[in-house]
């Protein structure tokens, strides 16, 4: 991954920062809590079926979305260990005058499996040089976006984006190999990160932006 920080020298531009009887009672007690919670399940059946969609559509609490997330990430809040692994990685970036000094944080130090990011092929550096450009200009120029961090462009660490490299449904990639698929992310002013599918025709063709998010089958 060190190898991959310094080749993002290629995707960065030096500009200023803007910067969750007692057992008789206990029966009747019993019997008296199932006899209502008959009726409460008889009356959410009724309101459920008078009103279908209600339930599923319903705004989840703020615990319920923590056990949501937790159910899809084993207990890890997936989008915050991965915004710490770029503001670590911002972090690192250091500059003098034309030079940029980039580093990559250790992966094993964040709940993250990051192997679908291995996946990527080896791209020879002109070839990682232009994908980091054409993916630049698209930020710059298409979108008309400055992004608040000191790279314009970055390798894409989203791990739900670089299952594209694994599944045989390359969604908005479709038709395209994995040699002919680059990642690369951004953030945008308002602080959010976003993806980029950039593809070719084949080796020595120029890369071209075809996607813009954060889920390739969309």
């Keep these: 991954m060190m ?3 310094m080749l993002l020298f290629g995707a960065c531009s030096q500009r200023s920062m803007p910067d969750e009887a007692e057992s008789g009672m206990l029966s009747r007690q019993e019997g008296d809590a199932q006899e209502d919670a008959d009726v409460q399940e008889s ?3 009724r309101e459920k079926a008078q009103n279908p969609g209600q339930q599923e ?4 609490t703020e615990g319920e979305r923590e056990e949501s997330e937790e159910a899809k990430t084993g207990g890890t809040d997936f989008s915050a260990e991965l915004l710490r692994f770029r503001q670590d990685r911002e972090d690192m970036i250091r500059t003098d005058g034309e030079y940029i000094e980039m580093g990559t944080p250790n992966e094993a130090e964040y709940e993250i499996d990051f192997s679908a990011i291995s996946e990527q092929p080896q791209f020879e550096y002109q070839e990682m040089a232009a994908a980091y450009e054409a993916a630049r200009l698209y930020v ?3 979108l008309g976006i400055c992004p608040p961090t000191k790279c314009e462009v970055y390798m894409c660490m989203d791990p739900k984006m670089a299952e594209i490299y694994r599944d045989e449904d390359k969604g908005v990639a479709a038709g395209y190999g994995n ?3 680059f990642l690369s992310e951004f953030c945008d002013e308002n602080h959010n990160w976003q993806c980029i599918v950039l593809v070719r025709e084949g080796k020595g063709q120029p890369w071209n932006v075809i996607y813009c998010g ?3 089958k969309e």
């Design 214 to 216: 954060n889920d390739y």
């Design 3 to 5: 190898s991959v920080g």
């Design 43 to 45: 009356g959410d059946a």
């Design 57 to 60: 559509n319903r705004i989840l």
């Design 140 to 142: 710059t120029k298409t």
């Design 179 to 181: 040699d002919n698929i």
